[in-house]
């Protein structure tokens, strides 16, 4: 007969984690802390494996597994020896095929910083400040094999405002993605949870392609809001926002949007003023106030950015 002890570990919901980065630690942690919770395994992406998720694992005795094909046999084979009850997806790089996703008796589940069944893919934070949404949602749904389509088991809203931009988004998602998934696993250990077919919010829904070297050059050519909202979008600890004058290339990191300023015409990227702490630029529209720049120690009325 198994003692006491071996009794209370086989009652444990056994989780094997895969995942990568911030998104994956503050959520970690949380699963560490209920005692109900018992990670067998982290697998972490396996060109540039997380160190932060490696130390966690040797603190906690968790083992740490990398691979290069998750859906090979010898992977499949090496993760069913952890007879885990679900696995969990976390900012992991990999897509799953059929027969692991269903290896667990719970089988596997996603967390997604979109609002499903739009902003699936990659970016999706950038993409929605680009976008001028005034909200984004956290998702966490089942996967299937193809990309962020799972039935959703779990969503929630958070505002965006003009105050907002990438870092106040991750931030907000590196918090939310934790909390909306602990609370999704305890409801799929209770036996609580539903689940919700991605077409019955919306037939089709959208992706979001992953931003590439070179989708950070600015457009002047464009309304003054959309400036805003695409420098915002990429802001450190993003690429920023750039563009050149006089062969020089400037990282723009922050704009603020003048209230009430005029439309009118003139030649966009024209620099139309200067005062102690940023300059004003042209745009398609009216103008908008540049207050967070580098790259150029100098800058007079009449230069024109490109």
Same mark, same amino acid.
């Given at each position: 007969m198994p003692n006491d002890k071996n009794i209370f570990l086989m009652n444990k919901f056994k989780i094997g984690?895969?995942?990568? +980065?911030? #998104?994956?630690?503050?959520a970690l942690n949380k699963i560490l802390l209920d005692s109900n919770l018992k990670v067998k395994f982290i697998c972490a992406r396996h060109a540039k494996p997380c160190q932060i998720l490696k130390e966690l694992a040797e603190k906690n005795n968790i083992d740490f597994l990398t691979h290069p094909r998750v859906n090979s046999d010898e992977f499949f084979k090496i993760v069913g020896d952890y007879d885990c009850d679900i696995f969990i997806s976390m900012s992991f790089d990999q897509i799953f095929k059929k027969r692991i996703i269903e290896l667990p008796k719970f089988k596997t589940i996603n967390c997604h910083a979109g609002k499903l069944p739009f902003y699936r893919g990659r970016n999706v934070l950038n993409w929605a400040l680009i976008n001028d949404e005034k909200e984004f949602g956290i998702t966490v749904h089942y996967m299937d094999e193809t990309i962020d389509t799972g039935d959703i088991l779990n969503q929630k809203v958070f505002p965006i405002t003009? *105050?907002? !931009?990438? *870092? $106040?988004? /991750? !931030? $907000?998602?590196? $918090? +939310? =993605?934790a909390e909306l998934l602990y609370q999704t696993i305890k409801l799929i250990e209770k036996g609580k949870i539903s689940r919700k077919k991605q077409s019955k919010i919306h037939p089709v829904g959208f992706? =979001? $392609?992953?931003? %590439?070297? +070179?989708? *950070? /050059? /600015? !457009? #002047? !050519? %464009?309304?003054?809001?959309?400036i805003f909202n695409f420098v915002r979008a990429i802001c450190r600890p993003g690429p920023e926002a750039?563009?050149? =004058?006089?062969q020089t290339e400037i990282k723009i990191n922050q704009t603020e949007l003048i209230p009430e300023a005029p439309i009118f015409k003139g030649t966009p990227g024209a620099v139309l003023g200067i005062d102690s702490d940023g300059f004003f630029v042209k745009m398609y529209d009216s103008y908008i106030k540049v207050v967070d720049w580098s790259g150029l120690s100098s800058i007079k009325i009449g230069d024109r950015f490109k």
């Open positions: 984690y895969f995942a990568d +980065g911030p #998104w994956s630690h503050k003009d *105050e907002d !931009n990438y *870092e $106040t988004l /991750l !931030n $907000t998602a590196y $918090t +939310g =993605c992706y =979001c $392609t992953a931003r %590439q070297k +070179g989708d *950070e /050059l /600015l !457009n #002047w !050519n %464009q309304p003054s809001r959309d750039r563009t050149f =004058c006089k």
